[in-house]
């Protein structure tokens, strides 16, 4: 079956420490997003990519980093430079045929 | 960036009721999608709606894009406890770009 698969499910980091959160799908899209989402609150855009080797910011990149090698892969690094890096980040991807986006299931990064 | 206006920012209802919310944009989108975020996970496609005036069901659910292509409701009949979840209403200016999301609506259900 295809998908979108993020991982891990939780993670807890250190403060200070730079952390990778996986993003792969199988769906064959072209363009992939990372959103942060805080309690109570909607989806804030940090990165997107709608082609291979290249990214654009969304509304929250500072203290973000992304990339985009591979058509099925867009990693987002939340480095020491966020200040409050602690959310709900939930990876889409899409393809120009099909409206919408196809959401994983979300990575909750907890920094102590 | 611009989000949508959708309101209410959240429900709280008894099981059984009806269901209505609503989402209004400034300008105008050829799609409106309405997901559903169940808690913890990532959100879901419920209804998609694609032409001014549609009005489309999926089982208890009923959404319309709104004859000026601005705005777009999605009711829930016979709410039951599987329902609670953030609803996300979602504008697509055309095929291949990039959605624009409401603020979400928080439902909750008394059993």
């Known amino acids: 079956d295809g998908g979108i698969t993020q991982s891990p499910k939780y993670l807890f980091r250190k403060e200070g420490q730079n952390v990778t959160l996986s993003c792969e799908q199988n769906?064959?899209?072209?363009?992939m997003y990372w959103y942060r989402q805080d309690p109570g609150q909607g989806l804030r855009l940090i990165y997107y990519?709608?082609?291979?080797?290249?990214?654009q910011k969304g509304d929250i990149a500072e203290g973000y980093s992304v990339s985009r090698e591979k058509k099925e892969s867009f990693p987002l690094t939340v480095t020491s430079a966020q200040k409050n890096p602690t959310a709900f980040y939930l990876c889409?991807?899409?393809?120009?045929?099909?409206?919408?986006?196809?959401f994983g299931s979300g990575t909750r990064l907890t920094v102590v | 960036g611009q989000q949508l206006n959708q309101s209410p920012q959240s429900m709280f209802i008894q099981e059984g009721e009806d269901v209505s919310m609503n989402c209004t944009s400034s300008?105008?989108?050829?799609?409106w999608l309405w997901y559903k975020q169940d808690p913890g996970e990532g959100p879901v496609l419920l209804i998609a709606?694609?032409?001014?005036?549609e009005l489309t069901s999926n089982g208890r659910l009923t959404a319309q894009f709104g004859i000026t292509r601005k705005d777009s409701f999605l009711n829930i009949s016979a709410s039951i406890p599987s329902d609670v979840g953030i609803y996300f209403c979602?504008?697509?200016?055309?095929?291949?770009?990039?959605?624009?999301f409401g603020g979400g609506t928080r439902l909750m259900v008394k059993p």
């Open positions: 889409a991807s899409s393809i120009s045929a099909v409206p919408g986006y196809t």
């Open positions: 769906l064959n899209h072209d363009a």
């Open positions: 990519s709608q082609i291979v080797n290249d990214f």
């Open positions: 300008s105008i989108f050829n799609t």
């Open positions: 709606l694609y032409k001014a005036g």
């Open positions: 979602a504008g697509q200016r055309g095929a291949g770009n990039m959605l624009t």
